[in-house]
């Protein structure tokens, strides 16, 4: 039974360039949410895809948007980078309509921002 | 708003000896309280879980507690060993919500 997976694992990027993270679910979920965290902190929720749609958000901007697939894989998109953006990304997946709606995580993507 | 804060920051214990990190959360609605594990450099594990309709709930050697009058609830490790020594983030999400609210991390280091 695969878990989340993501790529790439590590990213290096400078200020104002644009960058693409990706996402598969656990094997059998349909539903991506998508987590930033800072060094020494708790994740933030960016958003949630399902059926293909952006259905919440946290408090970030619209520099940040995403994309779900038909396979329920997902892509998350920052634009206009900052060095602020330099963060572990995380993705977690769910199933909507199981007995729970737990998350699981992915291993992340670092992203470090130069 | 929506806010979860955990204590304490950092935690040593003596192997065998039991740990308990404290969340408090501040929204009312808030219905399902997961705790993950982030050993160094991997992803977060979901450990242990309770949803507001159940006071306690245990796994093993890890038990969760909620009071929803104070609005919070605690993780229990008993028989600590070297291994649980990790970040623990407790979290909370409101009912028709989907996002996690995360504390702000709790490290603890088992001394063997």
């Known amino acids: 039974d695969a878990g989340v997976t993501q790529s790439p694992t590590h990213l290096i990027k400078t200020r104002g360039q644009q960058v693409t993270l990706r996402c598969s679910p656990k094997?059998?979920?349909?539903?991506v949410s998508w987590y930033q965290q800072a060094l020494g902190q708790g994740p933030q929720f960016i958003f949630q895809y399902y059926e293909e749609e952006e259905r919440q958000r946290g408090n970030f901007p619209d520099r940040f948007s995403g994309h779900q697939f038909p396979n329920y894989s997902s892509e998350l998109n920052v634009n206009a980078l900052l060095l602020g953006d330099s963060a572990l990304y995380l993705c977690?997946?769910?199933?909507?309509?199981?007995?729970?709606?737990?998350?699981?995580f992915g291993p992340g993507t670092r992203l470090t921002v130069l | 708003g929506e806010n979860v804060e955990q204590h304490p920051s950092t935690l040593s214990v003596q192997e065998g000896d039991s740990a308990v990190i404290k969340c408090t959360y501040s929204d009312s609605a808030s219905n399902y309280f997961p705790w993950y594990k982030q050993e160094l450099g991997k992803r977060p594990q979901l450990i242990i879980d309770i949803r507001s309709n159940v006071g306690e709930k245990k796994d093993q050697r890890i038990a969760v507690t909620l009071n929803k009058t104070a609005k919070h609830f605690s993780l229990h490790i008993t028989e600590t060993q070297p291994e649980d020594s990790a970040v623990y983030f407790c979290?909370?999400?409101?009912?028709?919500?989907?996002?996690?609210?995360f504390g702000s991390g709790t490290r603890l280091l088992v001394r063997p």
């Open positions: 977690a997946s769910s199933l909507e309509q199981g007995i729970t709606d737990t998350q699981y």
């Open positions: 094997s059998g979920h349909d539903t």
């Open positions: 979290a909370a999400r409101r009912v028709s919500s989907y996002k996690l609210i």
